[in-house]
């Protein structure tokens, strides 16, 4: 059974600060990992994707993987209260399979 | 307009009774998927499907079917609902050559009581 494994939270930071989101995945075939947000009601909103071991950033958003420990995490710079959501972490099956597998998410609350 | 659009948004039916949900894109994407959300339980693969004629099961998919009625148009019955079924169902697409990102439809809450 492949799995993502990420803290349900709630996870709370004071706005300007810096988020810290995990995430872990079991499957080593796995290629692709992405971070969704979604807001309480809404649909997921895919905010990055990487693929390559290191850092990816766009803007505040910081994407960092490390295959060798299956560990993937998203740092979010500056946090604002409009981040306040449910970040869900996914990771592809590898191969062609296209299937994603999500983790349950971690809530995130940005205090003003 | 909407890249991916899911009717109905809301729906409250009974036990037993058969119900249709619909999802369309103009993305022009080739993969569309139906996943169903639970508090607790995240989001859960139900159907999948690359073309009109490549229809795959995901991890739940029992009590459910799908089809694919052109490229643009995916749909999942419930042939006969029970309150388990209760859930917030998203549609997603994805492109043949991307990275395998999704994107997903604004969804449809479904309540059987």
């Known amino acids: 059974q492949k799995e993502v494994e990420q803290n349900s939270g709630p996870l709370s930071v004071p706005e300007g600060a810096i988020a810290s989101l995990n995430c872990t995945y079991s499957?080593?075939?796995?290629?692709?990992f992405f971070w969704y947000r979604q807001y309480s009601g809404k649909s997921p909103e895919l905010i990055m994707f990487?693929?390559?071991?290191g850092d990816k950033e766009d803007g505040r958003f910081t994407a960092q993987l490390n295959k060798a420990s299956q560990y993937v995490s998203l740092l979010i710079r500056d946090s604002q209260p409009s981040d306040s959501a449910t970040y869900l972490c996914a990771a592809d099956s590898g191969g062609s399979n296209y299937k994603l597998t999500f983790g349950k998410g971690t809530l995130l609350t940005v205090n003003p | 307009d909407a890249d991916v659009t899911q009717t109905p948004r809301n729906r409250i039916t009974k036990t037993g009774k058969r119900i249709m949900l619909e999802c369309s894109q103009t993305k022009g994407h080739d993969r569309m998927y139906w996943y169903r959300q639970d508090p607790g339980l995240g989001l859960r693969l139900i159907y999948y499907?690359?073309?009109?004629?490549?229809?795959n099961k995901g991890e739940i998919s029992d009590g459910y079917s799908v089809s694919r009625q052109a490229q643009a148009k995916f749909s999942l019955s419930l042939e006969s609902a029970i309150p388990n079924q209760t859930a917030l169902y998203f549609c997603a697409t994805g492109l043949e050559t991307s990275e395998n990102e999704q994107f997903f439809g604004p969804g449809t809450r479904l309540t059987v009581l």
């Open positions: 499957d080593r075939g796995s290629q692709s």
């Open positions: 990487i693929y390559s071991n």
């Open positions: 499907s690359f073309d009109v004629k490549d229809i």
